[in-house]
């Protein structure tokens, strides 16, 4: 794979394809068989598929970072996960506020 700069992003400013991205939210669904799993953020949700072989099982409301490459699909994006991990609210919350300051810095769009 190569080494492509990962954007801290929140799910609703996931809008380019095949773009390396990593966010927050809370698990909304997860599929025991697939590990296809759904996560919200602030009542943006998005599906990601898992690209690792790893079968750590999400539970629903449990708050994940994700790792991976956005990928177009029909009106918006999924993203394929290279990797989904469990956080603390703390580190939810931290994360939120990185982007906040990081925003202010580069600009409202985080460039």
Known sequence: MENQVI???EIRAINEDNARVR???KVIS?????GVFEVEDDNQRITCLP????NAKLEPA???IVTGRSIAADSSFEV?????EKININ?????KKYLIIRNNLLGSDGS
């Not at 580190?91 to 994360?95: F, L, P």
């Open 7 to 9: 954007k801290d992003t």
């Open 23 to 25: 966010f927050v939210g």
């Open 30 to 34: 997860f599929d025991d068989k697939t």
């Open 51 to 54: 690209n690792y072989q790893e």
């Open 62 to 64: 449990e708050l994940v």
């Open 80 to 84: 394929r996960a290279d990797r989904a």
């Open 91 to 95: 580190d939810y919350n931290n994360y």
